[in-house]
C-alpha cells in the first residue's frame, strides 16, 4: 500500500494497492496495472475520497523544448511538468500568450483534460497536438485540437477517463500578441497593457482570492460554473437579483457558481473538518482532519440547496476517487 496523503492538494487520508511512477517512456511500454487504475498528474483537481483499491499511475515526465518561427513559438512540453512554472518560465523568455492560465495548479498534462481556463483564455486555444499513451490498447496517439472535443472543462481525456495518459502537449504561441482583459480586475489594468502586467495581476489576485493549498488543503474550484438557458437566467433575475452571469451564445449564458453558493448564504457551511472558504465559496478547505466522506456530505448539501432555490445543479469540478475509480455526486 502506498499514502497518497500528499500526492493530493486535499490531502485526505487514503492509501492506493499499488504506485507506479512513470518517469520515461520506458515505463509506458512495459506498463500493464492491473484494474481499476487512475491516472495522477500533481493531483491539485483530485481528492481521494477512500483507500483505492488499484494502481495509481503518478506522471512524472519532464522536459521542455522551444522552437522559434517567424509567425509563432513552437513549445513541446512534457506532462508530468508543472503549469504554473512553464508559464513563469515562458513569462521570463518574453513568450507570451498564457499568462492569463497563471498560478493555475497542477501538471501540464492535466491542461488538456481539464481544457483548464480562466479569466478569458482556455488552453484549447493555443494547443497544436496532444501525445498520449493508450494505457487500455497499449500504443501511442495523437490528438489535433479538434480530436480533443474541447468544451468547457472538457474534452475527451475526462469523457474517457484513465485510458489516455498525456505524455507531451505542443502548444503554438502566436507573436503577434494581444492582451485578453475583459474579465475584472484585468480591465483594470491601464493602457498600454503588457503580458507581464496580466501576468502579476492574475497571480495577485489568485493570491488574494484563493487559499494556498500548501497552508490549507483544497483542490482549487470545486464545482463548475454552470451553463444554463436564456430563459432560466431571466427567471432566476427574478428571484435573485444581481445574479452574476457570461454570455456562451445568443441561447445560453454561465453563472457564477460561487456567486450562487454565497447569496444563499452557504459560506458558513461546514460537515466536520471541511467547510466552504470564506474568501472564495467556489473553493471548499480541509480545516484538520478531514475524511472524505465529510467531503462528499458537504459537497451534496451544496448541491442540494442551490437546487432547491435556483432548479441548477452544480456539477464537482474536482474528480472525486472512492474504492474503485471516479465516484458521481
Known amino acids: ?118 479569466y478569458g483564455v482556455e488552453v484549447s486555444q493555443f494547443i497544436e497536438l496532444v501525445t498520449a499513451w493508450d494505457v487500455e490498447k497499449r500504443h501511442w496517439a495523437y490528438f489535433t485540437p479538434s480530436d480533443c472535443e474541447f468544451g468547457y472543462r472538457d474534452s475527451i481525456f475526462k469523457q474517457t477517463p484513465g485510458r489516455w495518459l498525456i505524455t507531451e502537449v505542443s502548444f503554438l504561441l502566436p507573436k503577434k ?70 454570455p456562451v451564445s445568443d441561447s445560453s449564458v454561465k453563472l457564477a457558481a460561487g456567486w450562487l453558493i454565497d447569496k444563499l448564504g452557504l459560506k458558513s457551511l461546514s460537515v466536520g473538518n471541511v467547510g466552504v472558504n470564506p474568501q472564495q465559496a467556489l473553493v471548499l478547505i480541509n480545516n484538520g482532519q478531514a475524511q472524505g466522506s465529510e467531503l462528499v456530505a458537504l459537497a451534496q448539501e451544496i448541491q442540494d440547496r442551490v437546487f432547491e432555490v435556483t432548479g441548477v445543479t452544480l456539477e464537482p469540478e474536482v474528480r472525486l476517487v472512492g474504492a474503485h475509480g471516479l465516484i458521481d455526486l
Open 1 to 118: 500500500m502506498r499514502d497518497l496523503s500528499n500526492l493530493h492538494t486535499f490531502r485526505l487520508p487514503a492509501q492506493c494497492f499499488d504506485f507506479v511512477e512513470v518517469n520515461s517512456a520506458d515505463n509506458l511500454m512495459t506498463l500493464e496495472p492491473q484494474e481499476p487504475w487512475y491516472l495522477l498528474g500533481e493531483g491539485s483537481n483530485t481528492a481521494f475520497i477512500e483507500d483505492f483499491q488499484g494502481t495509481v499511475i503518478h506522471n512524472a515526465l519532464k522536459g521542455v523544448q522551444v522552437d522559434d518561427f517567424p509567425e509563432y513559438t513552437r513549445v513541446t512540453v512534457a506532462g508530468g511538468e508543472n503549469w504554473h512554472e512553464l508559464v513563469s518560465q515562458l513569462r521570463s523568455m518574453d513568450i507570451n500568450g498564457l499568462e492569463n492560465l497563471a498560478l493555475i495548479p497542477g501538471s501540464v498534462g492535466a491542461a488538456p483534460v481539464q481544457n483548464i481556463g480562466a
Open 177 to 246: 500578441w494581444q492582451p485578453v482583459t475583459h474579465y475584472a480586475p484585468l480591465n483594470e489594468l491601464s493602457a498600454p497593457v503588457t503580458a507581464q502586467a496580466v501576468f502579476d495581476k492574475v497571480i495577485e489576485t489568485r493570491q488574494r482570492k484563493l487559499p494556498d493549498p500548501a497552508v490549507t488543503p483544497n483542490a482549487g474550484s470545486f464545482f463548475k460554473n454552470p451553463v444554463v438557458s436564456v430563459e432560466h437566467l431571466k427567471a432566476l433575475e427574478a428571484k435573485l437579483p444581481g445574479l452574476v452571469s457570461y
